[in-house]
C-alpha cells in the first residue's frame, strides 16, 4: 500500500499542505474542529511524517531522543517518569533508548536520531563514553545545532544544558549526620571513581571525614563497577574483616547486600551498623530494615531536564544552564 503524504490528506480536505501540517502539530491557527478531522483522516489512513523532509524544511518534529545507561536502576525509571511528564504536558513525544554503558550504541543511537527523527537529546553518559573521554559525537551534534540536555553523569568541556545532583555535598551531609549520630568508623562502598559522579561522591566523604575529625581508612573503602545484585554479596564482602560502625553505600543494592552480610555475622542494625545508601527506590521501602537513603530526586531531574531542552527548542532560552538539584536524608530504620 501507498504510504499517504501530507500532500494526499490536503487533496481530501481541499485544503493547503500548510493547512494540515499545522493541524497535526497542534497550531491554534486552525480551528479544532478542523484539526480533529484532519487528524482522525490521518490516523485512519496511518499517516507518518517523514522526519528527513521535516528536517530540511526546518520542522521541527516534537520528539525528545531519551539515552539512559540502564533500565535496572531506580534512578534512572525516575528521572524518565519526569521526562516523560513534562514532555507529554508540553505536546511533545519522546524515544528512549538503552546505551548499556557503551561508548559505540550510544554513538550509533545518536546518529540514527539526529538525521530528523528527534529535535533535541536529554542524556546520561555512558560509562565507557566517560572512561575514554571520547566526546566527539557530542560535538557534532551541537555543531548541527541539535540541542543536547545531561543529567547525573555529565561531560564538563561539553557546553551544554546540565542537570546535576550536588553529589560532593551529598556525601558531606552524610558523613555529618552519621557523626552526629555518635557513628565513629564510616565505612564507604562508593561508585565507579572513573565516573565523575563517583569522584565526587568519594572526595565528599573524605571532606566529611576531615571536617568531622574522623580518621580515614582506607580497609573500609571499596568501589564497585557491578550492577547486579547477587554480586554486590562478594563486593562488600571484605569490608567486614575491619571494624566499623556505619556504611555509606553507593546505591540500594550494595546496602541491602551488607545488611545480609551484618545480619548472618550478628551485627545489629542500627544499634552496632548504620547503613545509608544513594536512591530512594522500592528497595529501601521494603527491605529488612527499611533503608535510610540519600534522595536524589530523579523525578524532579527529569522534569528540569525536558523544561530546559523544550525551552531551548522554543527559543524561550538561549544561554548554557546548569541546574543543581540538592539531596536530602531519608530516615529509616537502617540508622540511627
Not at 479544532?32 to 482522525?40: A, F, G, H, Y
Not at 540541542?147 to 555529618?176: G, W, Y
Not at 562502598?189 to 566529611?208: C, F, P, Q, T, V
Amino acid at each position: 500500500m501507498k504510504k499517504i503524504t501530507l500532500k494526499d490528506i490536503a487533496n481530501h480536505f481541499s485544503v493547503s499542505i500548510s493547512t494540515v501540517s499545522k493541524a497535526l502539530n497542534d497550531s491554534p491557527e486552525i480551528s479544532k474542529s478542523t484539526s480533529e478531522d484532519i487528524k482522525s483522516y490521518a490516523k485512519e489512513k496511518n499517516y507518518t511524517p517523514n522526519f528527513n523532509a521535516l528536517s530540511l524544511k526546518n520542522q521541527r518534529t516534537k520528539t525528545i531522543g531519551i539515552i539512559i545507561p540502564n533500565m535496572l536502576n531506580y534512578y534512572f525509571a525516575q528521572v524518565l517518569k519526569g521526562i516523560e511528564k513534562t514532555a507529554t504536558k508540553k505536546g511533545y513525544k519522546i524515544i528512549t533508548c538503552i546505551s548499556n554503558d557503551s561508548l559505540n550504541k550510544e554513538i550509533e543511537t545518536i546518529e540514527m536520531l539526529s538525521t530528523g527523527v528527534v529535535d533535541g537529546f536529554i542524556l546520561s553518559v555512558a560509562e565507557e563514553t566517560e572512561t575514554e573521554a571520547s566526546f566527539d559525537h557530542f560535538k557534532s551534534c551541537i555543531a548541527k545545532e541539535i540541542p543536547l540536555v545531561m543529567f547525573d553523569r555529565v561531560v564538563e568541556d561539553i557546553d551544554c544544558d546540565k542537570v546535576i545532583t550536588n553529589d560532593f555535598m551529598a556525601s558531606v551531609n552524610a558523613v555529618n549526620y552519621l557523626k552526629n549520630k555518635g557513628c565513629k568508623k564510616i565505612a564507604f562502598a562508593g561508585a565507579n571513581m572513573d565516573l565523575s559522579i563517583g569522584k565526587l561522591r568519594h572526595e565528599g566523604y573524605l571532606a566529611g571525614l576531615k571536617n568531622n575529625n574522623l580518621e580515614k581508612d582506607d580497609d573500609i573503602i571499596i568501589t564497585t563497577h557491578e550492577i547486579y545484585y547477587k554480586k554486590h554479596e562478594a563486593v562488600v564482602k571484605p569490608l567486614f574483616e575491619h571494624t566499623f560502625d556505619a556504611l555509606i553505600a553507593s546505591d540500594e543494592s550494595v546496602a541491602i547486600a551488607a545488611m545480609k552480610i551484618a545480619h548472618e555475622k550478628g551485627i545489629k542494625i542500627p544499634t552496632e551498623l548504620s547503613v545509608l545508601a544513594f536512591s530512594n527506590g522500592i528497595l529501601a521501602r521494603h527491605s529488612n530494615p527499611r533503608l535510610s537513603t540519600i534522595s536524589q530526586h530523579g523525578e524532579i531531574i527529569g522534569e528540569r531536564a525536558a523544561t530546559l531542552l523544550i525551552n531551548k527548542l522554543e527559543k524561550k532560552i538561549t544561554n548554557t544552564t546548569i541546574e543543581t538539584i540538592e539531596t536530602d536524608i531519608v530516615f529509616r530504620d537502617s540508622s540511627k
